[in-house]
């Protein structure tokens, strides 16, 4: 846990985590302490891991999810939501116009999620912010949005 200033004023969120691949218990596991290392940040829960299976046509191993409860004293910036089907853009443009007409500058940046696609099954990803073919343009992003931010 890192420390957090006595004066920091703390705002709860809940933080969704899940993986299918590469041994998907120890990369939520690692989300987890990721999550409780970040400056100003507590990580005060933390769900039981459980098992849901993949959506879609793609054979593809069931996902590990969790739930993380945080208390933060960041400033909020931008929020990525990363999916692998229409609804997920639909989603993150449905709420950027909810936090608009709320008048919040914080933003919903899609990421359209392309790996285990068949060929020509991502044509709804043309409205998402950003296509990730890997899992490691994602990380990419993530690395080049925070650069941003600084």
């Known amino acids: 846990m890192t420390s957090?200033?006595?004066?920091?004023r703390l705002v709860p969120a809940y933080?969704?985590?899940?993986?299918?691949l590469d041994d998907p218990r120890a990369q939520v596991e690692r989300a987890f302490a990721a999550l409780a290392s970040l400056p100003q940040t507590i990580?005060?829960?933390r769900s039981s891991l459980y098992a849901s299976p993949p959506f879609g046509p793609v054979e593809q191993p069931d996902f590990v999810n969790a739930v993380a409860g945080i208390l933060t004293g960041l400033e909020p910036?931008?929020?990525l939501?990363?999916?692998?089907?229409?609804?997920?853009i639909r989603c993150a443009e449905h709420a950027n116009r909810e936090l608009a007409g709320l008048g919040r500058s914080l933003r919903v940046v899609s990421v359209a999620a392309?790996?285990?696609l068949e060929a020509g099954d991502d044509r709804w990803a043309t409205t998402a912010d950003h296509?990730?073919?890997?899992?490691n343009e994602v990380v990419e992003l993530v690395?080049?949005?925070?650069r941003d931010q600084d």
């Open 4 to 8: 957090v200033p006595h004066s920091a």
């Open 15 to 20: 933080v969704a985590l899940g993986s299918n």
């Open 43 to 45: 990580l005060v829960l």
């Open 77 to 79: 910036g931008q929020v």
């Open 81 to 88: 939501y990363i999916g692998d089907h229409p609804t997920d």
């Open 114 to 116: 392309l790996w285990g």
């Open 131 to 135: 296509r990730a073919v890997t899992p």
């Open 143 to 146: 690395e080049r949005l925070a």
